[in-house]
């Protein structure tokens, strides 16, 4: 039996590196396939593709009366020639379903581009689609209407200065979490954002500013504050070190980077990688602030370097000064307690 289904065109196809790759017609929410389509989808047999189904249904995973559908199909019947049939077809969850459950080389590609799809959205919170951002039919309404959704979200949240900043480099299109580039332009742009503001790299900042001899090493911030103790991982963060008026700078440039995400949103405008550099190089001129031209004077390593052995003479110098003040007491304690004797006698 031949299916020449008469519906909006659905594909699932598999591209070169055997990744499947679903194209589905704008402006539909979900795609319906037959039982026939979902057994060559995952090169296997209705039958099998059957049984699953049953057993789905069964255990209560999916219900019948929101996965299932009929459509008039036009089949050809031979002699009979074509006539118009209702054939069931399965929404995308059972699709899915179904995939995680097929014992077939295609299944299993399927599941390990499913589960990355996945991993995505639970590390971003938003999963991306390269091929579909190459053909350029990913940026409908929804996404921009998504993105600016999420602008919303950053500009009112609580977070830090800089998971707020993380966040915005991850409206990006083409935003990865894992690749290395993504970590290398967070930290020149970090750069270029501290030495705006201070005249001095991360590194050149935290070398520069790390001192056992101040109150809390020379910190301005950190994360437990309100207790007053300081760690190792609190002295290797730059933006702790920045003063009240160098953190309000610090939220200028964020506020200025949420404006400009939500001018492309509501443009729609789709917003990639080095648009964020360029962005903030032409603001920052316009401000007449420093430009970071270069890697700075110090590295990472000798910065963090400095930092450690300044925190082991700061908790030495610490140490010193609460044994000092527990000696003061017990002398104070000792002189009370002979002049109540004193005035006893």
Same mark, same amino acid.
């Given at each position: 039996m031949t299916e020449n289904i008469n519906l909006p065109k659905v594909f699932f196809l598999y591209n070169q590196d055997g990744k499947p790759a679903i194209n589905v017609q704008a402006g539909e929410n979900t795609l319906w396939l037959s039982q026939k389509q979902i057994a060559e989808l995952f090169e296997t047999n209705v039958p099998?593709?059957?049984?699953? &189904? %049953? #057993?789905?249904?069964?255990?209560?995973?999916? !219900? /019948? #009366?929101? $996965?299932?559908?009929?459509?008039? &199909?036009?089949?050809?019947?031979?002699?009979?020639? @074509?006539?118009? /049939?209702?054939?069931?077809?399965?929404?995308?969850?059972?699709?899915? !379903?179904?995939?995680?459950?097929?014992?077939?080389?295609? !299944? $299993?590609?399927?599941?390990?581009?499913? $589960? %990355?799809?996945?991993?995505?959205?639970?590390? %971003?919170?938003? +999963?991306?689609?390269? @091929?579909?951002?190459?053909?350029? #039919?990913?940026?409908?309404?929804? =996404?921009? *209407? /998504?993105?600016?959704?999420? &602008? *919303?979200?950053?500009?009112?949240?609580? *977070?830090m200065l800089y998971q707020q900043l993380k966040d915005i480099y991850a409206l990006s299109a083409d935003y990865n979490h894992d690749k290395l580039m993504t970590i290398m332009f967070f930290a020149t742009v970090q750069n270029k954002v501290h030495y705006a503001i201070t005249g001095q790299t991360s590194a050149e900042l935290i070398k520069s500013r790390a001192d056992s001899t101040k109150e809390h090493m020379n910190l301005q911030t950190w994360d437990n504050m309100a207790k007053g103790d300081i760690t190792k991982s609190d002295i290797a963060? !730059? *933006? #702790? =070190?920045?003063? +009240?008026?160098?953190? @309000?700078?610090?939220k200028y440039i964020i506020n200025m980077f949420l404006d400009f995400a939500e001018h492309k949103a509501n443009a729609e405008e789709p917003i990639f990688m080095k648009e964020w550099e360029e962005e903030l190089n032409s603001f920052l001129t316009f401000n007449k602030k420093r430009i970071l031209t270069n890697a700075g004077k110090v590295s990472r390593i000798e910065a963090l370097r400095h930092a450690s052995a300044e925190y082991v003479k700061y908790k030495l110098r610490i140490k010193q000064e609460e044994k000092n003040i527990a000696v003061e007491e017990y002398k104070s304690d000792i002189k009370e307690l002979e002049k109540l004797l004193k005035n006893g006698n």
């Open positions: 099998n593709i059957n049984e699953h &189904i %049953k #057993n789905i249904y069964s255990s209560g995973e999916l !219900a /019948e #009366n929101t $996965t299932i559908r009929d459509f008039r &199909i036009v089949v050809n019947r031979g002699f009979r020639g @074509e006539v118009e /049939e209702p054939i069931l077809h399965y929404n995308l969850d059972m699709i899915i !379903a179904v995939g995680y459950r097929v014992n077939s080389k295609k !299944a $299993t590609q399927f599941r390990i581009w499913a $589960t %990355k799809v996945l991993h995505e959205y639970i590390q %971003k919170g938003f +999963a991306l689609d390269d @091929e579909r951002f190459k053909q350029g #039919n990913k940026f409908d309404k929804q =996404y921009f *209407k /998504e993105l600016r959704e999420r &602008i *919303k979200d950053i500009r009112t949240s609580e *977070k963060i !730059a *933006k #702790n =070190y920045l003063t +009240a008026p160098e953190l @309000e700078e610090l």
